[in-house]
């Protein structure tokens, strides 16, 4: 998947190209007699199974010895292979596009208002498999952002779930999370918001320093304490996958920007207006520091006071994600009572806090009334 999304941009970094002909030689080793087997023996998994040699097809490389085997198993017979979830569904409809050469959009459209796209993301509870289910959708619906779509929402409604997801992962320290949810941006071909901006601008910086963007289980100490031949399996075990998604968020921008006005080709600049608001030093207020973010609350706190203001509503999500989790009404009504002295703007999160007080006033009634002799 990196060597598709990175390959358009082989020319505009030095030392790309020749890695990523290293990679598609790395790629292109797989046993075909092998894979040959087990298509015939699992053919319900088969795009699954074909996934390498899908992608490198795509890009006009690979062994074509499998062809033939493959138009017998995509073709009319094809097996469907076991239930799959919304997003997975998309997955199996873009891996069947890269096999026909067609942006699949018929046969995506249904899985598309099956999927989490479709509805008001849950930012109170949701988890972070709930996260990935959107973050993936966006992937597999608009083939890394080379595709435009219909889709089961306004795309603003779609654009704020990121945006309060993606505060959550900061104020948890996943970056792993955070960088799938960025590629919301250049895939739906958004311009950055400001949270959107700083958190881009804020991975860089830490896989710049790192030279890999630390996964949610890696652990600095840990590291330090490995004899060097052990340090980098650590790194492959706990950040391997952070580092992938991130090199996806990567080129999804730089091909984004290579195809759009000169205007949006600044990579994680922002838009220093669009979410205009005050009060990031009242919900601050509301935020004791955190020992798994402490990269992100140091970046913040580094930041103008302007941008820092311009970031007020999603501190106010992630002060009620940590009041939802702890089960902490009075702090609920507290987050929602400050954001609304600053004149923040109602958002999904805040939405979803009033009507959890409303059910939490629902409890009580029931709690009472059960009280009540006879």
């Not at 992962?169 to 949810?181: S, T, Y």
């Not at 006071?305 to 702890?326: E, F, G, I, Q, W």
């Amino acid at each position: 998947m990196l060597l598709r999304a990175a390959y358009p941009l082989a020319d505009r970094e030095p030392g790309l190209a020749p890695a990523l002909s290293r990679l598609a030689d790395e790629l292109d080793a797989t046993n075909a007699e092998e894979l040959a087997v087990r298509l015939c023996l699992h053919p319900g998994i088969a795009l699954d199974l074909a996934l390498v040699p899908l992608h490198l097809r795509a890009l006009g490389l690979g062994d074509r010895r499998l062809d033939s085997l493959l138009s017998d198993l995509l073709g009319t017979d094809r097996l469907r292979g076991p239930e799959r979830p919304a997003n997975r569904q998309l997955e199996q409809v873009w891996l069947q596009g890269l096999w026909s050469g067609e942006a699949e959009h018929a046969s995506a459209a249904p899985a598309l208002s099956a999927s989490s796209l479709a509805w008001e993301f849950d930012h109170l509870a949701g988890t972070t498999d709930d996260a990935y289910a959107f973050t993936h959708a966006i992937l597999y619906a608009t083939d890394h952002g080379r595709h435009r779509v219909a889709l089961p929402r306004p795309v603003g409604e779609i654009e704020s779930d990121a945006e309060a997801i993606l505060a959550v992962a900061l104020d948890a320290g996943n970056h792993d999370v955070a960088a799938e949810v960025l590629w919301t941006w250049p895939m739906l071909g958004l311009p950055w918001t400001p949270l959107a901006a700083a958190a881009g601008a804020f991975l860089a910086d830490v896989s710049e320093s790192n030279g890999f963007l630390p996964g949610p289980g890696f652990d600095p100490v840990v590291y330090e304490g490995l004899p060097l031949p052990e340090r980098d399996d650590h790194v492959l075990r706990t950040s391997y996958h952070t580092t992938l998604v991130h090199g996806l968020l990567l080129a999804a921008t730089m091909n984004r920007d290579a195809r759009s006005e000169p205007a949006r080709a600044a990579g994680f600049a922002g838009s220093p207006t669009a979410h205009g608001t005050s009060g990031a030093d009242a919900i601050t207020a509301l935020l004791p520091s955190s020992a798994t973010a402490t990269a992100w609350w140091s970046r913040f706190a580094q930041l103008p006071a302007a941008r820092r203001d311009l970031l007020a509503p999603s501190l106010v999500t992630m002060a009620l994600r940590r009041a939802a989790t702890a089960a902490d009404l009075s702090a609920v009504q507290q987050a929602l009572s400050v954001a609304e002295e600053c004149g923040i703007a109602e958002s999904p999160p805040t939405r979803q806090a009033r009507v959890l007080l409303r059910r939490a006033v629902a409890c009580a009634q029931l709690s009472v009334v059960a009280d009540v002799p006879g």
